[in-house]
């Protein structure tokens, strides 16, 4: 999008969050706790009804769909890139709940990687059946990799049973922490399983679409994040027993499975970030806020060197994930997700910036006291979120080790490895020596 475009859109997203959301995160969250006690028919909230048209009249909607996405998919997106949508979703980040915003202008998890993964992957007829929709913000989706039987870090862990009987695959096996799949405008799955236990490591695995009505799915529970649902999105385990679905259903054909989550993965993680960093600017913006009203030992708080340092530390470490994270954007944008170099950044992003948030909020949580803790801030909120995404997307330690192997492998093109290294020591020269012991 050119300059003057985006800069109009930013200001319209503005004025969008401090008319509608910040004013109404609290009406949110009592009816999405409404309706968590009401039952199990997870619905969305009147107020995300209602602010989702307001968004999509203003143009704020599918801000998340690059430029190429949108021509793979056939539609008309904002036509921002990676480098651009950066910049937005730190503004939606800023919101309480971290993806109210988002939810409002259809830029919410899991469903834009997997929009993203049916633009992409999907044929003409998994695209007009659920990728309409959900650009349309008429249904939701959910994607189901983890399992509680193995270490799910390790995509290759993945066992549950996809076999193929004719024209069908059956499904059996039980996944879990399944975002999204609560709700009941949840209609479609991106379900990751095995289809092919003989093949090679990389190439037993594939995706497949699994229509939520499908019988024999049963949503066994809402799991609990630090004692929280997250309705009406929730985390779920999930039994498949016997869940039939066409072999048409399959993405991209047998055994693709890593190559779709490689594909997938990249994007999801990064606007968790750039989320993040929103989380981190209104922890800040709060800290500072709070140290110049209280007053301690007979001065503000902000009057304090150590506080004074946390603020300064704090303002380091964002500044310094947001460049991270822009870099790696705009990597995207000019040598795509396969480059090596894009998913060195990639990782890095992913295994920094949560912790760094949760580092943030945490030093606001400190400076507010007893209020730090309560519902009386979006503090707890954001480092819980935080800490959760530590382990979204694949915990810390995976994206680390993926980052060293990229960094071992690109240092062997370096010319400081070619041509510089330790320097030769002249034995020769010595500073003192014994004279030979006398026999």
Request: aromatic share 8%; hydrophobic share 40%; charged share 25%.
């Amino acid at each position: 999008m050119e300059p003057a475009k985006f800069d109009a859109l930013k200001e319209t997203l503005w004025k969008f969050m401090q008319e509608d959301i910040y004013p109404n995160e609290k009406t949110f969250e009592h009816q999405n706790e409404a309706i968590e006690r009401a039952g199990n028919d997870w619905d969305h909230s009147a107020i995300l009804k209602e602010l989702k048209k307001k968004a999509k009249s203003l143009g704020l909607w599918n801000l998340f769909l690059p430029v190429d996405s949108a021509k793979l998919a056939g539609y008309e997106g904002a036509g921002l890139n990676n480098l651009q949508y950066s910049e937005v979703c730190e503004i939606l980040g800023t919101s309480s709940h971290a993806e109210f915003a988002s939810e409002c202008c259809n830029c919410a998890s899991p469903d834009t990687g997997n929009m993203e993964v049916l633009a992409r992957f999907g044929t003409a007829e998994q695209k007009e059946k659920w990728l309409k929709p959900l650009l349309e913000g008429e249904i939701r989706s959910c994607f189901a990799m983890t399992e509680p039987a193995v270490a799910s870090s390790d995509a290759s862990n993945i066992g549950i049973s996809i076999a193929r009987e004719g024209d069908h695959y059956v499904i059996n096996g039980t996944k879990w922490w399944i975002t999204g799949a609560g709700n009941i405008n949840c209609k479609i799955m991106i379900l990751m399983g095995k289809t092919d236990p003989k093949a090679s490591a990389f190439k037993q695995q594939s995706q497949i679409l699994v229509p939520m009505d499908t019988p024999g799915i049963t949503l066994v529970r809402a799991m609990q994040t630090y004692g929280h649902t997250d309705p009406p999105k929730g985390h779920f385990e999930i039994d498949f027993n016997d869940v039939r679905v066409p072999v048409s259903n399959v993405l991209l054909g047998e055994g693709r499975g890593f190559e779709i989550a490689q594909a997938r993965l990249g994007p999801g993680r990064i606007h968790h970030c750039m989320r993040m960093l929103g989380q981190a600017e209104r922890s800040l913006s709060l800290m500072c806020k709070r140290v110049q009203e209280r007053t301690a030992f007979g001065r503000k708080l902000a009057q304090f060197d150590t506080i004074l340092q946390e603020i300064a530390r704090s303002r380091a470490e964002i500044e310094q994930g947001r460049m991270l994270l822009r870099t790696a954007a705009d990597n995207m944008d000019r040598l795509g997700n396969a480059d090596p170099y894009t998913r060195q950044l990639l990782s890095l992003v992913k295994a920094l910036i949560p912790s760094m948030v949760a580092q943030v909020a945490d030093r606001s949580i400190q400076a507010h006291g007893a209020m730090g803790f309560s519902q009386d801030t979006m503090l707890a909120s954001a480092y819980m979120g935080a800490r959760w995404l530590r382990m979204a997307d694949g915990p810390d330690e995976v994206h680390w080790r993926t980052a060293g192997r990229i960094e071992l492998q690109r240092q062997k093109d370096s010319p400081l490895t070619k041509h510089t290294g330790h320097f030769p020591v002249d034995r020769t020269q010595v500073f003192r020596r014994n004279p030979p012991a006398k026999l």
